[in-house]
Every structure is written in C-alpha cells, then in structure tokens.
C-alpha cells in the first residue's frame, strides 16, 4: 500500500468542521438534558475494553469488531456499542447499588465496516439503560423517553416501530421446528429488510402451502394496536401470545403517555443483537433512510458479567440526527465583534467580560488601530454585520 497523502483519513471516519460540531453538541446536550429530567444519570466508559469480555458480550459481529493488542499481548478492543460496557459497570462499580438503575451515555462508537457500503467506521450514540425492572410499564418508560429525546433533539417527523422477538421465535418454532436452518434464513432476509428475500426464501422451505401462506402473512402485521389482535389468530404457541398480551400492555402505557401517535407495531422486526430478549423497537425519520434510533430489552446479558437483572434500553444516533434535525433559532447566539485600538484596550475588555456574562452571548475582540467604523464593515438584508467572513448581530467600537 502507497504511503498515504497527509491531508487524507481512514475509510469510514470523517472530520467535524466548527459548524457541524455545535450542531452535533446542540443535539447531545438537548437530549442529555431530556434524559435527566426523566431521572437518567449519565455515566462515562472508556473506549478501550477486553475482547474477552465487553468485546465477546457486545454481540457485535467479530469481523465488525476494532482490535488491537495491549504490550503484554492482550485482545482489547475499540467499543462497539454502550450497552456491554455499561453492564460490566453495573454488575461490578454499581453492584451495591439498589435497582432499579436509570443511568444515560453519549459517547463515540466503532465498528469496522466495508468501505464501499458508505458506513460509519466511528459514530456518536446517546442512551439509557433502564436496569432491574422487567415490567410493560419499564419498556414503555424507555420509548416515550426516545420520543421526548427525538423531538429534544429536534426531529419533527418520525415514527417508532415496536417488535418482540418472542413472537417471531415462538411462530417459527411451532410451526418450522424441523428445520432450523430455513427459520435462520428467514430471520435474516427480515433483518435486513429483505421481503422479496424472504418470500423467495419460503418458497423453498419443505412446509405445507398452508403453513408458507401464514408465514408470508407475517409481512401484513404492521399497524396499530389491532395488529395483535391479527396476529393471535395465526398461533397457538404460548410464547407468541405472550408476546402479544406484552406488546399490547405496552401500547396501553404508550397511550396514557400520549405518544401512540408515534408509534407502530411492526411484528417483522427481529433486533440486531442477539442480546435481545423481548420487546425490540427502531425509530426511524423522514426522508432518512436509516433508523436514528433503536434498543429494546435484554435481561440476560448482565448474567455474563455476574449479576442478574432484567434491563431495557436504547441509542440515538446522534451524527444521523444531525442529517434531519431542525435547527432552534432560540438555540442560536447572539455574536459580537467589539473592534478596539491600544488606547481603549482596557474598556474594550471589559466590555467583552461583561458580555460574555450573559446566557447566549459570544463575543470576539479584535485589535484594529487604524480600522475605521466602516471600514471592512458591511450589512446584510437580514441587519446583520459581516466582517472579515465572520457574520455578527453586533459590532462595538472602542477607537
């Protein structure tokens, strides 16, 4: 390989340029600030974590996982997601702590990626974790939470579809139990979202018309509420039915917090951790492509780390916000440029001092001996000052 250019970067990470930074910050803080409202205490984690541990339990795909070694040999790893690593802190630093625990993150996440799919090598996530509370009530908290955190990040169209991955298992089981294979195959078209995969691949699965029509049912049961209902028509598996008694309980929850409008049940929905146990959901905005949101419940997953307990959580992604976020114009500074010559450097100090006081203020001083009080200076149709590339709603002279 040629010795790169030394202006260029690795595949998949890319550089923040000031105005894309106070974006992203504007985001991060709106939703961390949502979170504690909601009794979330933000925790911090360290980017580097053992293979063997937070890098095995994250359930990341081991080819998806950065690695390096330590000086004495040891496999660490970049992290992949927060989840794992906050439940190492919990079953170990928090241990003694009583549950149920609310704790929120944002941190930089890495996952190595094929250059050509036009992904994100590194990328910015904030969440919660919701630890030691298996209730309706819990995942219901953590999803009208995500819709709080949306729109404080300033997502205005967007939905949030609901899944529960003992619905599709519970199906598959009674109604493939011979062929474990063919039920991988189709969890994995509907994972990535490959109906015209899926149909395909269930043509050539040795099952009754009857039963492939049933399965291909499952692509309808998308919806509200009432798509349980349809749903429970089709199986006779316990763990299905619960599956559904959950989901509904939760849409009532939904209800009483006032987001149903925001949100879908969508029963085709299988997570993309195989640390999930239980209700599974994604959010997704429009015009976007990509979810800007996702989690669900894992309650086995502390168990690898020594401690059990129930947990639910999700993650925002953070730099695909910043993609559909509307800018707050409440959330925009006030900027000012005081000019001064050596004679009233003095004042023009204190001026920026007392300015740079107030809630909202920027303020930039520049030395101008001879700059006039026009010079250099013009204004905008907006009333807007413009000097030098820098735009100012105000310019104070001190000459």
């Known amino acids: 390989m040629s010795k790169p250019k030394v202006f260029e970067k690795p595949g998949g990470v890319k550089d923040y340029l000031p105005e894309a930074v ?230 009532d929850v939904l209800a009483d917090y006032g987001v149903s409008d925001h949100v879908i049940i969508d029963l085709t929905m299988i997570g993309n951790f195989s640390y999930y146990t239980g209700l599974i959901f994604e959010g997704y905005a429009a015009d976007l492509g990509f979810p800007v949101c996702s989690g669900g419940r894992y309650d086995s997953l502390l168990e690898f780390f020594g401690r059990s307990a129930t947990a639910t959580g999700f993650a925002l992604a953070t730099n695909r916000i910043m993609q559909v976020a509307l800018d707050d114009p409440k959330d925009s500074p006030y900027r000012v440029l005081i000019l001064y010559n050596r004679k009233h450097r003095a004042a023009a100090v204190r001026k920026a001092l007392e300015l740079r006081s107030r809630q909202g203020y920027i303020v930039e001083t520049r030395f101008a001996q001879h700059l006039t009080s026009t010079e250099k200076v013009h204004i905008s149709d907006d009333g807007r000052y413009h000097h030098e590339g820098g735009v100012y709603q105000e310019i104070i002279h001190f000459a």
């Open 22 to 251: 106070n974006k992203l910050r504007t985001i991060e803080w709106n939703v961390l600030a949502c979170m504690k409202s909601w009794g979330y205490r933000q925790i911090m984690t360290p980017t580097l974590e053992y293979y063997e541990t937070v890098g095995v339990a994250s359930s990341t795909a081991n080819e998806k996982l950065f690695k390096l070694l330590d000086k004495r040999g040891t496999t660490l790893v970049l992290r992949s997601e927060m989840t794992a690593p906050i439940a190492r802190v919990v079953a170990s630093l928090l241990k003694e702590e009583a549950l149920p625990l609310r704790l929120s993150h944002h941190s930089n996440v890495f996952r190595a990626i094929e250059e050509e799919a036009g992904r994100e090598a590194e990328f910015f996530q904030t969440g919660v974790e919701l630890v030691g509370d298996g209730s309706a009530e819990a995942d219901a908290e953590v999803i009208a939470l995500a819709v709080a955190c949306l729109k404080a990040a300033g997502v205005s169209e967007f939905k949030i579809a609901l899944g529960h991955i003992g619905f599709l298992n519970g199906l598959l089981d009674s109604t493939l139990a011979s062929y474990p294979e063919e039920q991988q195959m189709l969890k994995e078209c509907l994972l990535k979202r490959d109906y015209v995969g899926y149909r395909h691949s269930l043509k050539s699965v040795p099952v009754s018309s009857e039963i492939k029509l049933e399965l291909e049912r499952i692509l309808r049961l998308r919806g509200g509420k009432e798509v349980c209902g349809d749903a429970e028509l089709m199986t006779q598996d316990l763990a299905a039915l619960a599956s559904l008694r959950h989901l509904c309980e939760v849409w």
